[in-house]
């Protein structure tokens, strides 16, 4: 499912840069593929900053930092599986495949759930001794 995720949102990238593509030269003033860059980039991450920060905000209120701290690791190790894809093709010293990416993630993810077992098992313990004091 993973996998069907990112293709459709390497599609959806693909229709959007088409869409803007054609409508920058349909215009009369053509900007180039930097200042396309800069806008298009621009305005996503101000949309995103728009639409996470009340997110973040409310699971703050609600002391749910590690949602916070996980949301924000997958999305650096997200960039970070895609960046050693592409620098393993640029360099030569690797094939450039989704799999890797999904596999990575996938290894993230496993890993994350075994200490989020381990770590609500230790809440566990501690709220059981903690009423037993009280």
């Known amino acids: 499912m993973f996998t069907e995720l990112i293709y ?3 599609r959806l ?5 088409d869409r803007i593509g054609a409508w920058n030269e349909s215009n009369s003033v ?7 860059h800069f806008l298009v980039i621009g305005i996503i991450g101000l949309l995103m900053v728009f639409a996470i920060y009340p997110l973040f905000k409310f699971l703050a209120k609600r002391n749910h930092t590690m949602v916070i701290t996980w949301i924000y690791v997958f999305t650096c190790m997200l ?5 050693i894809e592409i620098g393993q ?13 999904v596999y990575g993630l996938g290894g993230f993810m496993a890993m994350f759930f ?21």
């Open 30 to 36: 053509v900007l180039d593929d930097k200042q396309l």
């Open 89 to 101: 093709g640029y360099s030569g010293t690797g094939r450039v495949e989704m799999a890797d990416v």
């Open 8 to 10: 459709w949102f390497v």
């Open 79 to 83: 960039v970070l599986t895609f960046a």
């Open 114 to 134: 075994i200490f989020a077992v381990i770590r609500g098992i230790y809440h566990l313990i501690l709220k059981h001794f903690r009423r037993r004091e009280a």
């Open 13 to 17: 990238t693909a229709y959007y840069r």
